[in-house]
Each structure stands twice: as structure tokens, then as C-alpha cells.
């Protein structure tokens, strides 16, 4: 017998007997426990992937996110090797600028690869204060390929062929690439170097010896013999190392630099 969606028993198969609602083919209806059922739960959603973090090392003393193999911080020189703090620049520094400079602070990272510096300089280049040369030198920079295999940089190697001959005028060469802005103007201009720091090493002698000083160098300055391996250890900032007969003064992405006496008739 036909049953309403109430629960009554009807002769009629198309409306109930006693309460007059349609009859369905589906029964009766369940009675409800008076507890809404609760929505469909909405399919999980995957979470947020974390944002992504600077790439790099970041500075302790500045802040400034370098690359993660960098052994200096480009952009106040702190010491990722030995935790050793900046060198702040001294006005007594040879070859420094002779005004205030906040700008190129003793770490002044390198300058990212690109064309040279063209901005308009803000003050006149200052002539070196230090004291000239009796004899002549001159400083041999080559581009050294071995030099530039063990650095992984992605600068492409310019052609090597033969060294450019500096005269060395002075008893303070200053190493670095110049910047018209900040009035740094080296004695040995690297410029095509991007890993040169702008005031990278300080070269200076008493006429007879010389050494070599790094000055908080991005990547540091590193002193090898004429044979053996490459050099590993970059020279502590601030301190001089005194060069040997042919050695070689390795800094920025393939820069070899040899100090010699002159030839007769090499320097006019």
C-alpha cells in the first residue's frame, strides 16, 4: 500500500488519503533529528608556498645581502672568514682622497658588470702627496687565465696577450678602478676588472723593498711566488706583506700584478 511522505497508508497512489500530499515513488521522508547538517567542507586548498628569501649571505655589520661565496662584504668590507669588523678609512691613508669621502668607505664593493663610471665628478682629482721615486719601477698587470679559471666568475675573460707596463712615480701606488663621483683616481686603474674593489690594495715601498696592503677589498687581495700553486688565503685588510722577488699579487676576477725595477729606456 502507497505510503505519504507522513507516514500514512493511502488506498490512493497519487495523493494520501488522510492529508491530501503527493505521493512519490521515494517513500517516506526521513524524519530530521532537528540538527542542520553541516555545509560541505570546501576541498583543501594547498598552502601558500613561503616567500622566497634574498639569495646570499647577509652582513652582520651592515646588513647588505652579498653572494654566498663572497669572503668580503661588498659593500662595508666585513670579514665573512675571521668575523673581522671593517677598516675605517683614514685621511692619512696615501693615495686617499684628500677631502671627506663617506661614499667610498674601506670596503666599497665593486661595481656590478656594466659600463665604466660616467657620472660627472664632484670635486678635482688630488694629486699624490707621496713622496717620488729616486729609481724607476713599474708594475706589470696581466690578465691571467689560471687566475681567472679558479674564481668562477661570470664575466667573460678578455683576450690575455702581453701585460700593460705601469710606472710606479711614488712611494704609494694606489690599486683599484676609478670613480670620478667619489674623486678615487688610481695609480693602477683596473677598470675592467669588475672584481676590483675602487680602492683595492695599497702598493708602497722605502725605494729598495716594497709591500703590498689590502684595504678591505670585496674579494680580497692574495700574494703568491713565481712557482707552486695559486694562492688560497687573502691578506688580512690593514696589514702590509712584503713582496719577494717576482712575486705576484692576485685580486679582482683575473688581475696579476708583478713589481719590478724598470728596464733601461722603459720609463721616460
Known amino acids: 500500500m502507497p505510503t505519504c511522505p507522513s507516514g500514512h497508508d493511502s488506498t490512493a497512489d497519487d495523493y494520501c488519503d488522510v492529508c491530501g500530499l503527493p505521493i ?13 547538517s553541516p555545509p560541505p567542507s570546501a576541498p583543501d586548498q594547498p598552502a ?4 622566497p628569501g634574498p639569495a646570499g649571505t647577509t652582513c652582520p655589520n651592515c646588513s647588505a645581502v652579498n653572494p654566498d661565496n663572497a669572503l668580503f662584504c661588498e659593500a662595508c668590507g666585513y670579514d665573512f672568514t675571521t668575523g673581522q669588523p ?30 665604466p663610471d660616467l657620472d660627472p665628478p664632484t670635486a678635482d682629482a688630488q694629486p699624490s702627496i707621496a713622496p717620488p721615486l729616486s729609481s724607476s719601477w713599474v708594475a706589470e698587470v696581466w690578465i ?8 668562477d666568475s661570470s664575466d667573460p675573460l678578455p683576450s690575455a696577450g702581453v701585460p700593460v707596463v705601469v710606472p710606479l712615480r711614488t712611494t704609494s701606488v694606489l690599486v683599484g678602478r676609478q670613480s670620478r663621483s667619489r674623486n678615487i683616481h688610481p695609480d693602477i686603474d683596473l677598470a675592467t676588472d669588475n672584481g676590483i674593489s675602487r680602492r683595492h690594495c695599497q702598493l708602497t715601498t722605502d725605494g729598495t723593498r716594497w709591500w703590498v696592503e689590502d684595504l678591505g677589498s670585496s674579494n680580497g687581495t692574495y700574494v703568491g711566488g713565481p712557482l707552486g700553486p695559486l694562492p688560497t688565503t687573502p691578506l688580512t685588510p690593514g696589514e702590509k706583506k712584503e713582496l719577494g722577488p717576482d712575486d ?21
Open 24 to 36: 512519490t515513488d521515494a517513500g517516506p521522508a526521513t524524519p530530521s533529528s532537528g540538527t542542520p
Open 48 to 51: 601558500d608556498p613561503p616567500a
Open 86 to 115: 671593517p677598516r675605517a678609512p683614514s685621511s692619512l691613508d696615501l693615495g686617499a682622497p684628500a677631502g671627506p669621502d663617506p661614499g667610498a668607505a674601506a670596503g666599497d664593493a665593486p661595481a656590478a658588470a656594466g659600463p
Open 144 to 151: 691571467d687565465p689560471d687566475w681567472y679559471a679558479d674564481q
Open 248 to 268: 705576484r699579487v692576485y685580486l679582482g676576477a683575473w688581475s696579476r700584478i708583478i713589481v719590478r725595477k724598470a728596464a733601461p729606456g722603459e720609463v721616460h
